[in-house]
């Protein structure tokens, strides 16, 4: 019985067999930090204020993740080791798991504007072990190594969150209202530190995966 | 009859099969999948992969619906309703088996 509850969950592991879920989020999460570093860093009059510049960089972040995730699939992942298409109420559990997960940082962010970052450190961990555990459950689970990657993940949020206000501010940057320096501050570097640490997750599974994978000699069927 | 025993009297034997239970299992998670996953996943060769997916066609358990990804052959299956009912029933009755 636990090795068909076990087989069940294989397909949901396979997603990130080939790295490219952790390259998605990373390469998303380092595109926002780069978006979000240019504004707080730039002058108020600069383009990366402008609402069409806001626009055309997402459309471009996001048309970049959708087809680079797509290219890697058909033509590494694919036909190595098969298709698989999921459920749509499986991709409704993730709609609903984004939207509570951005809840409770906006949350986050709202406690960090009203106190001292001190005193909102514990949401601040509590949002960040949130996001590791989705991470055990979506990618840890398949392969052993990744749990050391969690630990990381884990072990750079308590780090960040007990960085001195000073150094949370400058990362933050002129931009930013005074009452919300040190939470962006805090967010952003959070935000390059594991969208590194996923790229980096990502790329090593990616090799891994190519290196350990030969493509099947001849067709499919 | 003992309620356990009658149990296991109603398990699918079309599923039953480790072989069948395997293929049933993976494609009961997805929308789809294609011959070359049940094969990486089941460790299947070709022969048999193919035999346990005409038992399940048979029972029309299983959809297969071959088409092409680019130039190479492709084969999809997926679960129809009957077949995900009957891997729900077999789930419910190994379970009280138990």
């Known amino acids: ?221 | 009859m003992n309620h356990q025993i009658q149990s296991i009297a109603e398990l699918d034997r079309i599923i039953h099969e480790p072989g069948r239970l395997m293929i049933v299992t993976l494609l009961y998670s997805v929308d789809q999948a294609d011959f070359l996953y049940l094969q990486y996943e089941t460790g299947m060769n070709r022969g048999t992969l193919s035999s346990h997916i005409s038992r399940l066609e048979q029972a029309e358990y299983v959809k297969v619906e071959k088409t092409f990804r680019g130039k190479v052959p492709q084969t999809l299956l997926r679960l129809t309703r009957m077949g995900r009912k009957s891997f729900e029933r077999y789930r419910k009755n190994l379970r009280e088996a138990l």
């Open chain 1, 1 to 221: 019985m636990e090795q068909i509850e076990s087989l069940l969950k294989r397909p949901a592991l396979y997603c990130n067999i080939d790295g490219v879920w952790e390259l998605g989020m990373g390469a998303m999460g380092m595109g926002y930090f780069v978006l979000i570093w240019l504004q707080t860093h730039s002058s108020v009059n600069s383009i990366w204020h402008s609402m069409w510049t806001l626009f055309v960089y997402v459309g471009i972040l996001s048309a970049g993740l959708f087809f680079g995730t797509k290219v890697i699939k058909t033509r590494i992942t694919y036909p190595r080791t098969g298709f698989v298409s999921y459920r749509k109420s499986s991709a409704v559990w993730a709609f609903v798991i984004a939207f509570l997960v951005a809840a409770l940082v906006a949350l986050s962010a709202y406690t960090f504007s009203k106190r001292p970052m001190g005193a909102a450190t514990p949401a601040f961990l509590i949002g960040s072990l949130v996001f590791v555990s989705m991470y055990v459950y979506r990618v840890a689970l398949a392969a052993p190594w990744k749990w050391i990657v969690a630990f990381v993940l884990t072990i750079s949020a308590v780090i960040i969150a007990f960085l001195p206000s000073s150094v949370l501010a400058s990362i933050a940057g002129h931009s930013v209202p005074p009452g919300l320096d040190q939470i962006g501050g805090a967010f952003l570097l959070l935000c390059f530190v594991w969208s590194t640490i996923s790229l980096i997750s990502g790329g090593i599974s990616l090799y891994i995966y190519v290196r350990n994978t030969p493509k099947p000699s001849s067709e499919t069927e």
